[in-house]
Structures are given as structure tokens and as C-alpha cells.
């Protein structure tokens, strides 16, 4: 039963690198607070989308030859494009409600009261629980893992924060401009 939990685990931490790399992509292209790219009305497959960190919209480029996967990167001065495929911003636009529902998720569970298992008051509680009984290395442990989850609260808000940004300035862009998809 050990080794399924542990073959489990490994393949929810892929996943979860795979998420995190998609999406860090996705950040990658909002390196400002603003961004909006027309999108042209050309083919689905030909039809790319321009992130311009400067806050000015970017042309956006068509093309009629076969375009990869990797993301394009033009670097001009103090201005930088990325230059990725429609499929794929609309992809990633696609996971950030889910992900978003992940952090709040998350955030509930270490900022809950002592009733909810897992949360920073319920460890705090064990803590307290095992000082009482005589077990002082139980409750540092319980207490350093408290702490640790604690200190997570400020980097999931700023990865909520940061979605936030990325679905307001690239996903509901593209989805009103190509009348695909749906923003949150």
C-alpha cells in the first residue's frame, strides 16, 4: 500500500510540475500589468498571439507556414514580445480558473479554524496536544510544520494575484476578441 501511495504522489507531483510549467509560461508572457494583442480573424492554425510587456498592443502577426510550439521571444531595447500560438494561450487560459480554485482552496485549508484538519490553528492544537502528553519532539515537529504552512499563505496569494493579472490582461483579451472560450 506504501509504494501505491508513493507511485500516486510522484504522479501528482508531475502533474503538478507539468501545471506549473504551462502556467509559468503563460506568467512569463505577462511580465507587466497591462497587455491587450489584436487577434486577426485568419485560420485558427495560423493565428498566433503578441504579448508586448510595454503596455502597448502588439501587432499581431499571421503566418502561413507551419509555426512550433516554443514561444518566440523578440528583445528590443527595454521592450520585450513574446509571440505564442492562439491553441495554446487559450489552453493555458483555460486551466487558470481551475488553478485559481486550487490557491483559494489551498488558502481556506491553512487559514482555517482548529476544526479543519490540516490547517495552521488545527496543527497549532496537535502541538499543544502532544506538549501536554509529554511529547515535546512531536509538537516541534507539529509546530515547524505550522510554521512552514504559514509562511505559504503569501506566496499563494501571489500566485492568485498574479492569475488575476494574467486572466484579466491576456485570457478575457483573447476571448472576446477571437469569441472563443470564456474569461472568469
Known amino acids: 500500500m506504501t509504494a501505491l501511495k508513493s507511485f500516486r504522489a510522484g504522479r501528482r507531483t508531475a502533474a503538478t510540475a507539468a501545471a506549473a510549467l504551462g502556467i509559468g509560461a503563460l506568467l512569463t ?10 487577434v486577426t480573424t485568419a485560420t485558427d492554425a495560423a493565428r498566433t498571439v503578441v504579448a508586448d510587456t510595454t503596455g502597448t498592443p502588439a501587432p499581431t502577426s499571421t503566418s502561413t507556414s507551419t509555426s512550433t510550439s516554443t514561444p518566440s521571444v523578440v528583445v528590443n531595447g527595454s521592450t520585450v514580445t513574446i509571440t505564442r500560438e492562439l491553441a ?4 493555458m487560459c483555460a486551466r487558470v480558473p481551475d488553478v485559481q480554485k486550487r490557491i483559494a482552496a489551498a488558502l481556506a485549508r491553512i487559514q482555517g479554524g482548529s476544526d479543519v484538519h490540516g490547517s495552521v490553528a488545527w496543527l497549532q492544537a496537535r ?9 515535546a519532539d512531536a509538537a516541534k515537529r507539529l ?21 488575476t493579472v494574467v486572466e484579466r490582461n491576456i485570457c478575457a483579451p483573447v476571448a472576446a476578441q477571437t469569441g472563443t472560450g470564456t474569461s472568469s
Open 29 to 38: 508572457a505577462t511580465a507587466s500589468s497591462t497587455w491587450a494583442a489584436p
Open 88 to 91: 495554446q494561450v487559450q489552453a
Open 127 to 135: 502541538a499543544a496536544d502532544q506538549r501536554a502528553a509529554g511529547h
Open 143 to 163: 509546530d515547524d510544520r505550522a510554521t512552514l504552512r504559514s509562511d505559504r499563505v503569501a506566496e499563494l496569494t501571489k500566485r492568485a494575484d498574479r492569475l
